[in-house]
């Protein structure tokens, strides 16, 4: 793996927990590589570690062993700090529960990433955003007054309004019917081709892993296929 | 910047800010209140110090002046002036008032000026000197008291004197705020034929000086090494050192109360931040991944509490300024001086009292928030550890310093911070206690369904429960002792009064008049009231080692030794006194026997050797009995009794107490004009007077203890708010699993309720076992149980608490239970 080509790879990954009075082995020896606009699927079934390499490969959670790197920065080489600067510059984030900030509208919570950055310009952009994703008319309106579909349009605006090089997204249609599931999949997909971003979506749902490019199976803490 | 002022815009609209906003201006509110009250009455100390002292130095004496110190005052080219100050009756008709009599001469004020007006209420103006020989000022409490305005004759001993103007303003009496009898001025010449001072009167003589400073300083340090006992002098920079002290000393205590309330915000503080913080750690682990940093988080919540912070003290100041307004009204009355306006430095005292809060309290639950793992945002279970209960140590630690620091004196500071610390550690364990016991299952399974799940809420909650009862029960002490226990206390050293007890002081009766007061009473068929010798005597060794203020340390003591005593001589034991210690006095020995209280004060045993000056003569007497004395029987007491044959010879007036039937006022009236030397005390009005007084006082720290209460109220909300979240999901679930409204409304009341009832409870003990402490300790007294405080203690919390729980549980109900349900997933 020529790892100048690749926008994520990882090499060696393992983790291991305490659990009570013995050591509880999540991953063991993950190697992955992912090329930049590919959309890369990890599924399994549940408790099979997908959700920890997702948060390891983010940079949310720290190894055992291995490295991780996103564009040719390695991840825990930096101090926690300088990690969550590069996820501001480069990394978008969609999840199950979608994590809306309940106190913001639908239009603060996008612009919550410029704010963030420090950038004044943002209600213009997250406008648009949210018109993009459908949501034009609900604005000024907070998440509890949001259906769950809507919620995860909001984060995909979120995610997607600072044009990052690469989105993780942990079961994102895990909390929705199949209805909106539908609907955000095909907004998700639409939008990764329109902003070029290279997708890693963990989920347990076939369906959705066949939409992407490659799959990995995890099962029992590695790479099966 | 603009990123936090967004953050508090947006925290504030969803309401999680305004108990913490609310909590820290009750506290500066509270604290600058006194601060702003304290700084303008410390400017009228302050202000024109010349004119305080109506000289540059004056000298204070409890008997007549040698005459060579005013000649010593002349011969340094100083300007001199002079004045007594004794309390007398003053009569005009058919009335009479007891009167603060101060006799000037011509030059006084040597600084600062007198000011009269020709009838109360029209506009006054300076005086160029004195009342002139035959006319008297009267201050407006007196003229209306006497019914006696200008151009009418009042009458003092046996002078008559014409009322000449109104004064308004005298300067020395401005800063002895609290004055009790209404001012009389007179010409110094006039007294003498007014034959009032005579042997057994207590008045004060005063000499004025003023001149350039050096030639004032070398005066001053001319007379204070020639200073007798019983004077003082008193200048530009001592002041009016008493005043100043009894002052201070009230400034102290309401500051120390004020800053209680502002401890008791400090807990509602933190319990308001926790939540905020608990409300947010998801907010923050979105916002690390999408990268924040930890120091930009610390740096935004950081700022946006100090924006909050900001505007909360801001409000708090402007909140315990109107606050003080509302002091100096109550106490207008007493204040005989127009307040001037507050300076700024009690709003920075308010700022560092809200800063030193936020610090202390809010500080440290929001560092927390830097610690939040991103991860969160996948495993919920992630949260940052903390270790509160140091870092609010540092909070209180902050407080504890400045609660000493405002009692000015490390021990007093130490009872405070103890005491406080102690009644909150007291409260606390009962109520944890009583909510157990309440609940143990033997005693739920004895209630109906209904009753049962509350009682079992309450156990399980039991700790967070005992903080809220706890919190109100202290708020709620401070108010029934200021309501209740005040009264009680009152009516219960009313009650102590026998109700045949006397109800007049006659002072002044002189040897050769003896036989004729004594014939009047029986010309009225008033029963003949006893009359005592009185000796005013000095007191000068103890065991043959001199003796003098300098020799104690606590204020009382000094003040006891440095005046006169009044000592009496019988040879029989009076009734109302018992012997404690020793035996009682042997007629032909030079013996003593001394009230057990003073003996303790001042150090004295039986056996010691007293030694005694009285006008230049001197002699000495051995202890050999202490007694105990009831002064609430209204009878006359002394501290110091001797045989006859000790004091008999020695300048002596006699002195009684006596009752008068309603509508036997007219002989009070003969007496005085027959009698015009003597003093006769109403003591019912003295009473209604002082009572008066202690009303006005307690009304204006009533305010501070309701900053506490609303304190107190405010650790209640937040803390019943803490509970809010689990107290939904519980009703969500009960009525997922088919509770009806009205039960699990009716679980949440017999919580409430219960709580409540044990707050008030606990607050009626506090109240109660303060009450008795008071009583039995400081007063003597016995106090009975009030049943009122015991059924408005529990009125009281049941009512405060089930407010606070309508006004957080509102929303436990509203919502659905899927909607409750899923927005806690």
């Known amino acids: ?225 | 910047m603009n990123q936090a002022w967004r953050m508090l815009a947006r925290d504030w609209r969803a309401g999680e800010l305004r108990v913490l906003a609310l909590a820290l201006a009750i506290a500066v509110a509270s604290v600058t209140s006194v601060a702003f009250f304290a700084d303008r009455v410390g400017q009228v100390l302050v202000r024109d110090a010349h004119q305080l002292l109506g000289a540059d130095l004056v000298l204070v004496s409890d008997h007549p002046w040698n005459p060579e110190i005013s000649r010593e005052i002349q011969e340094r080219g100083l300007e001199g002036a002079a004045a007594l100050n004794f309390v007398s009756m003053a009569f005009a008709g058919e009335r009479n008032q007891l009167a603060g009599v101060k006799a000037v001469t011509p030059n006084y004020p040597l600084r600062g000026r007198l000011r009269i007006a020709p009838a109360p209420g029209a506009p006054d103006a300076p005086a160029e000197r004195g009342p002139e020989k035959g006319s008297v000022w009267l201050d407006e409490q007196l003229v209306s008291g006497l019914g006696a305005p200008v151009g009418s004759r009042v009458r003092l001993g046996r002078a008559e004197l014409r009322v000449a103007a109104v004064l308004t303003l005298e300067p020395e009496r401005s800063a002895n705020f609290f004055n009790i009898a209404p001012r009389l001025m007179m010409n110094a010449e006039d007294v003498p034929a007014t034959t009032l001072i005579q042997t057994g009167s207590r008045v004060w003589y005063y000499l004025y000086a003023a001149g350039r400073p050096e030639q004032v300083n070398a005066f001053d340090q001319f007379i204070k090494p020639r200073l007798e006992r019983g004077q003082h002098s008193e200048n530009l920079e001592t002041g009016r050192p008493r005043v100043r002290e009894s002052i201070d000393r009230a400034e102290r205590f309401l500051g120390l109360t004020a800053l209680l309330a502002a401890v008791l915000a400090g807990v509602a503080i933190a319990l308001g931040t926790r939540r905020f913080v608990e409300r947010h750690l998801d907010g923050c682990a979105v916002m690390r991944c999408l990268g924040a940093t930890q120091r930009r988080l610390v740096w935004l919540y950081g700022l946006e509490f100090s924006l909050l912070g900001f505007a909360a003290c801001a409000a708090g100041v402007v909140l315990g300024f109107i606050a003080q307004q509302a002091i100096g009204a109550a106490l207008s009355e007493l204040l005989r001086s127009e307040l001037p306006a507050p300076g700024a430095l009690p709003a920075v005292q308010g700022f560092l009292v809200g800063l030193v809060l936020l610090l202390g309290f809010a500080m440290p639950p929001l560092l927390r928030l830097k610690n939040v793992p991103a991860v969160r945002v996948m495993r919920r279970e992630s949260a940052p550890n903390t270790n509160y209960y140091f870092s609010y140590l540092v909070g209180a630690l902050a407080f504890g310093g400045m609660l000493i620091w405002q009692a000015g004196d490390l021990k007093l500071g130490g009872y405070v911070v103890g005491g406080f610390a102690a009644a909150v550690l007291v409260f606390f364990a009962m109520a944890w206690a009583v909510l157990k016991l309440l609940t143990r299952p033997a005693v739920v399974r004895g209630f109906g369904r209904r009753l049962r799940y509350g009682l079992i809420n309450l156990r399980r909650h039991a700790r967070g429960n005992a903080v809220q009862v706890a919190s109100l029960a202290l708020g709620l002490t401070a108010v029934l002792l200021l309501t209740f226990t005040r009264n009680d206390l009152v009516d219960a050293w009313r009650r102590s009064a026998p109700p045949d007890a006397p109800n007049r002081f006659l002072v002044g009766v002189q040897p050769d008049q003896l036989k004729e007061v004594q014939t009047f009473f029986d010309s009225k068929n008033i029963v003949r009231p006893e009359l005592y010798p009185m000796v005013r005597a000095r007191l000068v060794a103890v065991n043959g080692r001199p003796v003098s203020e300098a020799d104690y340390a606590e204020e009382r003591a000094k003040r006891l030794v440095e005046r006169e005593f009044n000592l009496s001589y019988m040879t029989e034991l009076p009734s109302h006194n018992q012997i404690a210690a020793g035996r009682w006095l042997d007629p032909g020995a030079a013996e003593l026997s001394v009230e057990q209280g003073i003996a303790e004060r001042l150090g004295w045993r039986l056996g010691d050797e007293l030694t005694w000056t009285v006008g230049g003569e001197s002699f000495s007497a051995r202890i050999t009995s202490l007694r105990r004395l009831r002064w609430d029987s209204m009878k006359v007491n002394f501290f110091v009794i001797a045989p006859p044959r000790v004091l008999a010879g020695m300048p002596t007036s006699f002195v009684s107490a006596f009752r008068v039937e309603p509508g036997g006022e007219a002989v009070l009236n003969e007496l005085s004009q027959r009698f015009p030397n003597l003093t006769i005390v109403d003591v019912a009005a003295a009473v209604r007077q002082a009572q008066e007084v202690i009303d006005q006082l307690v009304n204006a720290v009533q305010f501070i203890f309701l900053f506490t209460l609303g304190a107190g109220l405010l650790v209640l909300y937040t803390a019943l708010v803490a509970t809010e979240d689990e107290r939904r999901r519980e009703a969500a679930v009960m009525r997922v699993y088919g509770a009806s409204r009205a039960q699990v409304t009716g679980a949440q009341r017999v919580e409430f309720l219960a709580m409540g009832a044990v707050a008030g409870i606990l607050a009626s003990l506090g109240a109660a076992a303060i009450g008795q402490l008071l009583a039995r300790r400081v007063f003597e007294l016995d106090l009975p149980p009030s049943a009122a405080l015991w059924i408005a203690g529990p009125l009281a919390g049941i009512a405060l608490l089930s407010l606070n729980a309508w006004l957080s549980s509102r929303k436990v109900l509203r919502a659905s239970p899927a909607a409750t349900l899923r927005d806690s997933v």
């Not at chain 1, 959700?51 to 390695?74: K, R």
């Not at chain 1, 199950?96 to 106190?103: G, K, V």
């Not at chain 1, 604005?139 to 995909?156: C, F, I, M, N, T």
């Open chain 1, 1 to 225: 793996m020529h790892i100048n080509n690749h926008v994520l790879s990882a090499r060696g990954i393992g983790k291991t927990v305490k659990s009570g009075e013995s050591d509880l082995v999540i991953l063991r020896e993950i190697d992955l590589a992912v090329t930049p606009g590919e959309a890369v699927a990890v599924v399994g079934a549940s408790g099979s570690g997908k959700s920890t390499l997702l948060a390891i490969l983010a940079g949310l959670d720290t190894p055992s062993a291995g490295s991780v790197s996103i564009e040719g920065s390695e991840l825990f080489s930096l101090d926690e700090d300088e990690r969550a600067e590069l996820r501001g510059r480069s990394v978008g984030f969609v999840f199950q529960s979608f994590q809306l900030l309940p106190a913001l509208t639908a239009l603060e919570n996008v612009m919550l990433p410029f704010e963030l950055s420090g950038q004044n310009d943002a209600e213009a952009q997250a406008r648009e955003m949210l018109v993009r994703v459908g949501l034009g008319e609900r604005l000024q309106h907070y998440p509890k007054h949001l259906s769950g579909g809507e919620q995860q349009r909001v984060a995909l605006a979120r995610a997607f309004v600072v044009r990052p090089k690469l989105l993780f997204a942990d079961e994102p249609t895990g909390s929705l019917d199949a209805e909106s599931g539908a609907a955000v999949i095909r907004l998700l997909f639409e939008m990764n081709r329109e902003y070029g971003t290279t997708l890693v979506l963990v989920t347990h749902d076939e369906q959705l892993a066949s939409k992407c490019a490659r799959v990995l199976r995890l099962a029992a803490g590695r790479i099966v296929s």
